[in-house]
């Protein structure tokens, strides 16, 4: 009756387990970098500063049309007012009240600044196809950091797979000990040493259960907390193994956003030296204006003082400025521009070095690691089989208890050995297709 009561917890246990697991929807990388593109922070401030650039880019044309502005004013006046004259008989004082109204409307346009405002309309056009680049510079890293943690959180749950794997052989080591125990054919140590191996597998995946839990928030956490509070990922780590040298670093400098955002920086400082360059030479300018006028003396003290006045007209012309001597502060800033341009070659350079450093070493990692992958992959079939057996012949007393936990230390060696294998083969290729600007294709 008892064994009867334990098979059915066991198996209401089972059903529990299984009922849990598949009511967590399943979330694909695919949705996940979906979700990212959409909802990531470090995307959407970067496409906002980008908004920013094409928002200067689409009034770079007013600094070839004129500027226009228009005043106007209407002052009442009431004063005290005392007049005295050397013939005292025209002497007055008192109150004048008067009205005043005044308008303007002024047009400067610069018709020749030395092709400055043709320099600076170009510069606005690189900085707003910069940050275009830096968009996707952007989307390309965070795929990438997806990718990266979505398959670590694969590798944790094959870990953990692993490590109940393990739990299974040192549960029957400890059954096997004990019945050992208990015939008289095994000592006391043998059952201690099954059942601390036992137990220390079960810390560990306590401690890989937490760790999975803690890298699903940091998933979740690049999407802006989008995912369900409660979700798997899938079981197995997909790589291509196909990727080639000579394709990746094909038109590096065409694929990567971030070498294609330094050299917009170096067309930026080069446009920024023609702007002060022209501050050389003289600025031409057409001016006009019109002007109305209106005086309304309500109530005058001075006799000589007209009751009312108005005048309107308007005024145009051409205004040459010459640039003669400002301390040589013009010499200063095109000597600065310049330096700027030469720092953003360098920085060009520089990163064009580090890019194809880069590419080369997480070539040889992939490299490597597809080399130590076809390894594993066989190890593991070894080590298995070896434990199987050492299992076996320890049920029938002709495996000793130390040669059953070195075959059981060597297959949990072979598991961390090829589940880092597949996991940094495909961290590898996904360095190399974000250098080579292969994740957004």
Known sequence: MKIR????????????FIKTASAQEQVSLEKVIALALEKNYDIRLATNASEAYATDRGYAWAAFVPQVNATGSIVRNSNNQELRFQDETRNNSGKAISNNTNGSVQLNWTLFDGTKMFATAERLRYIDAQGELLVKEQMVTTIASVITNYYDIV???QQLKATQEQMAVSEER??????????GTGGKPELLQARVDFNAQRTLTIQQEALI??????????????LPPVYEVT???IINLDLKREDLAANLEGNNYSLQASSMNRDIAKLSVRERRAELYPVLSFNAAYNYSKTDNIKLINP????????DGYNYGLTLSVPILNGFNTR???TQANINYSRQQLF???LKINVNVELKNAYVDYDNAKKILLIEEETILLAKENVFIALEGFKRGITTFIELRTAQQSLADAYNRLINARYLAKVAETQLLRLNGGLLK
Do not use: P
């Not at 009561?5 to 209401?12: E, I, K, P, Y």
């Open 5 to 16: 009561l334990s098979v059915l917890r066991a198996t209401f246990f089972v059903f529990l």
């Open 155 to 157: 590798r944790q749950k």
């Open 174 to 183: 400890v059954k096997l000990a004990e019945r050992k125990l208990q015939v």
């Open 213 to 226: 839990v803690q890298l699903k928030e940091q998933l979740n956490a690049l999407v802006d907390s989008q």
């Open 235 to 237: 079981d197995t780590i």
């Open 304 to 311: 000589f003082s007209a009751l009312y006045s108005q005048s």
């Open 332 to 334: 200063r800033l095109i």
């Open 348 to 350: 060009y350079d520089q």
